[in-house]
Nanobody
Framework: VQLQASGGGLVQAGGSLRLSCAASGRTISSYAMGWFRQAPGKEREFVAAISWKGGSTYYADSVKGRFTISRDNAKDTVYLQMNSLEPEDTAVYYC?????????????????????WGRGTQVTVSS
């Protein structure tokens, strides 16, 4: 599975961006999917995750109410809608796929659970 994240960029505080993660090589329709981010000098952290059908979603406290994760299995694509962006959201954002849970409506919050990773897209929020 190859994952390609896109949609990052430079935005002012309070603005919005929508990240996309397109899969190729194999369908991700039965995989849990997650978004993680890594700011300079910091460890990679969990942002959001979604189960294979989208019935269960999970968010880090820092983004809850501002970010929304969704997926379109017909397009093998996962999205992260980011609203009310803050300078603290500045980071490289990575999408990841976890094939372990099959058809369970669950997604892990741990980066260690994810097997396939994209190369990341830079999000920079100016104050």
């Amino acid at each position: 599975v190859q994952l390609q994240a896109s949609g990052g960029g430079l935005v002012q505080a309070g603005g919005s961006l929508r990240l996309s993660c397109a899969a190729s090589g194999r369908t991700i329709s039965s995989y849990a999917m997650g978004w993680f981010r890594q700011a300079p000098g910091k460890e990679r952290e969990f942002v959001a995750a979604i189960s294979w059908k989208g019935g269960s979603t999970y968010y880090a406290d820092s983004v809850k109410g501002r970010f929304t994760i969704s997926r379109d299995n017909a397009k093998d694509t996962v999205y992260l809608q980011m609203n009310s962006l803050e300078p603290e959201d500045t980071a490289v954002y990575y999408c990841a796929a976890d094939p372990k849970y099959g058809v369970l409506e669950y997604a892990s919050l741990s980066a260690k659970s994810y097997v396939y990773w994209g190369r990341g897209t830079q999000v920079t929020v100016s104050s």
